[in-house]
C-alpha cells in the first residue's frame, strides 16, 4: 500500500506554505503509521515557528485580495474544488484509510461529507446578507453589513481528518478569508492531498497553508500572533481550555468543538429494530473514535436485559480488520495508548461493578485493534459512564422514568450531542426539550450534514459549524450610522 501511495499525486510528503510545496526549514521529519500494522506510511516536516509566521504573512497578504472579488468569483474556485474532490474520491478515501485506519467504505463517506460543505458553503458564499435597519432619528440610515473576519487558522483532528477541514476552511473561503490549517500529527495527508486539490481550482497562493509538525508550538506561534483574528479547533475540553487561555491575550474570535459524554436514551415504547440498527452505527462508526457517539446508553429496565443480549449479540458479529478489507466492520484504534486505554477503562469497570457481556479485550496480533465491548451492570457514578471513552466500549445503564433518565443525561459537564428512541411524540418533544445539548437525534442518530448547525453547549465548547450559522463565525457585524440624509 505504501508503494501504491508513493505514486499518487494527491500523496504529498511536504508542507503547503505560501504557495509552496516545500520542506521544514530545519528539514526535520516526522513520521505517520499506519494503526492496522504499525508499518510507516510517509514522513511529514516538522514545521518551525518561522515556517508559521512565513504562513501567516502570506496569508496576509493573500485575504485582501480574496475578500475583494465578487462573491460570485470566490464560489466559482470553490466549485472547482469541490468538483476535483469528488473526481478524486477513491485515491482521498485510500489516503485517509492508510494513516488513520477506518474502513474504506467509511472514508468514502467522509469524503462525500467533506465534499457536501464545500459545495454548500460555495453557494453560501453569495448569501452573505446585512441589513437596513428603521432609524430612530429622522434624516438618517442605519446599515449593518457583514465582512471576513481576515486571517484564520484551523487546528483538526485525527477522527475525521477530511470533513473536520472542509467544515472549517469552506465557510471561512466563502466569507473572504484566509486559512492555516494545522493537522493532527497522526493524519496529515489528507490535509496536504485536499491541499493539492485546492491549488489545481485556482485557489491564490498563500490563501491556505496547510503546516505539519508540533500542535503545542506551532498553535502557540499562531495564538500569539495578531495577524490571525479567528482559530477554529476541534479536540479534547483540555487542550481547548489551553487555546482558549492562549488567545486571551489577542482577544482572538474562537470557535471550540470540544469532548462529548453522548447519552443514548432507549425508551419502552422505541422502534426496536430502528433502536438496535441505530445505536450500532452510532457506537461503532469509526470504531467509537467520535465525540458525538454513544458514550453512556441508558434502556428503561422493562427491556434492558433483553435488549441489551440482541445488542451484544450484533456487536459480537463485527468484523474487526484492516481498513482496506471491504468485509471489515471496525478498523484500528489510532494507536496503541488508545487501545491499551480501552483496556484499562473496561478493567476499572469490572472493577466498580459491571459485568462484560462481549468483548472487552485486545484481540492477538499486530495492530491498535480493541474488540467491539457491551458492558452490563453500570451505574451513573462509575468511571465509565462519567468519562468520554473514544472507542468501542458500550456501557447498559437502566432507568425507570422520564424525570430520573433526564436528570442521569444531564448529569455532566459536556454537552455536545444527544439521543432518544420513542414512539411518543409528547415524550419527544418534553425530553429533547429538557436534554442540556447542542444537538439531538431523535429516532436517528446520522444527524450530521452540511446544512444543519454542529456545536455543542457546557465544556464541550461555543460556535457552530455547518449550515447558514456556520458562515458567521468567520465575519464581522459592521454598523454604519449615514446622516445628512434630509433634503
Not at 465578487?70 to 464560489?75: D, L, Q, Y
Not at 483532528?157 to 493532527?184: Q, Y
Not at 471496525?330 to 468483548?359: F, S, Y
Amino acid at each position: 500500500m505504501t508503494s501504491e501511495l508513493q505514486g499518487n499525486r494527491l500523496f504529498r510528503q511536504q508542507a503547503f506554505i505560501a504557495g509552496v510545496w516545500r520542506e521544514a526549514s530545519d528539514a526535520e521529519k516526522h513520521p505517520v503509521y499506519d494503526p492496522s500494522t504499525g508499518d510507516i506510511v510517509g514522513e511529514t516536516p516538522l514545521c518551525s515557528n518561522e515556517d508559521v509566521l512565513e504562513a501567516i504573512s502570506a496569508a496576509h497578504a493573500a485575504q485582501k485580495n480574496w475578500a475583494a472579488r465578487t462573491a460570485s468569483e470566490r464560489a466559482s474556485v470553490m466549485k472547482r474544488w469541490h468538483a476535483l474532490i469528488v473526481r478524486h474520491r477513491e485515491d482521498l478515501s485510500r489516503i485517509m484509510t492508510s494513516e488513520q485506519g477506518k474502513p474504506l467504505y467509511e472514508s468514502r463517506l467522509e469524503i462525500d461529507f467533506s465534499a457536501a460543505f464545500v459545495e454548500w458553503y460555495a453557494e453560501e458564499a453569495r448569501r452573505v446578507y446585512g441589513d437596513i435597519i428603521p432609524s430612530p432619528l429622522p434624516h438618517r440610515q442605519t446599515l449593518v453589513t457583514k465582512q471576513p473576519v481576515g486571517v484564520t487558522a484551523a487546528v483538526t483532528p485525527w477522527n475525521f481528518p477530511a470533513s473536520m477541514i472542509a467544515r472549517k476552511v469552506a465557510p471561512a473561503l466563502a466569507a473572504g478569508c484566509a486559512m492555516i490549517v494545522k493537522p493532527s500529527e497522526q493524519t496529515p495527508f489528507i490535509a496536504l492531498a485536499f491541499a493539492v486539490l485546492a491549488e489545481e481550482a485556482g485557489l491564490p497562493a498563500g490563501l491556505l497553508s496547510v503546516v505539519t509538525g508540533s500542535s503545542p508550538s506551532i498553535v502557540k506561534v499562531i495564538t500569539d500572533s495578531a495577524v490571525v483574528r479567528k482559530l477554529s479547533f476541534t479536540g479534547s475540553t483540555e487542550v481547548g481550555q489551553i487555546l482558549i487561555r492562549q488567545c486571551a491575550d489577542t482577544v482572538m474570535r474562537m470557535s471550540m468543538e470540544l469532548g462529548g459524554n453522548a447519552p443514548v436514551i432507549i425508551f419502552e415504547d422505541c422502534d426496536w429494530d430502528a433502536a438496535l440498527d441505530g445505536l450500532m452505527a452510532l457506537k461503532f462508526r469509526n470504531g467509537g473514535q467520535t465525540c458525538v457517539c454513544a458514550n453512556r446508553v441508558f434502556v428503561q429496565n422493562s427491556i434492558r436485559e433483553t435488549f441489551t443480549k440482541a445488542f451484544a449479540d450484533k456487536a459480537a458479529a463485527l468484523k474487526l480488520g484492516r481498513g482496506f478489507d471491504e468485509a471489515v466492520d471496525i478498523g484500528p484504534l489510532i494507536h496503541q495508548a488508545a487501545a491499551d486505554g480501552m483496556a484499562a477503562i473496561v478493567a476499572r469497570a469490572v472493577e466498580q461493578g459491571a459485568e462484560i457481556v462481549t468483548g472487552g479485550k485486545q484481540p492477538e496480533g499486530p495492530g491498535c485493534f480493541f474488540e467491539p465491548t457491551v458492558l452490563a451492570g453500570v451505574n451513573r457514578d462509575m468511571d465509565v459512564a462519567r468519562n468520554e471513552i473514544f472507542g468501542p466500549i458500550t456501557p447498559i445503564i437502566g432507568f425507570d422514568d422520564e424525570a430520573e433518565v433526564i436528570a442521569a443525561a444531564n448529569d455532566s459537564e459536556f454537552g455536545l450531542a444527544s439521543y432518544m428512541y420513542t414512539r411518543d411524540l409528547g415524550r419527544a418533544w418534553r425530553v429533547s426539550d429538557a436534554l442540556e445539548y447542542g444537538l439531538v437525534g431523535i429516532n436517528e442518530v446520522a444527524i450530521s450534514n452540511e446544512v444543519a448547525p454542529f456545536g455543542g453547549v457546557k465544556q464541550s465548547g461555543f460556535g457552530r459549524e455547518g449550515s447558514k450559522y456556520g458562515i458567521d463565525e468567520y465575519v464581522e457585524i459592521k454598523y454604519r450610522c449615514m446622516g445628512g440624509l434630509a433634503v
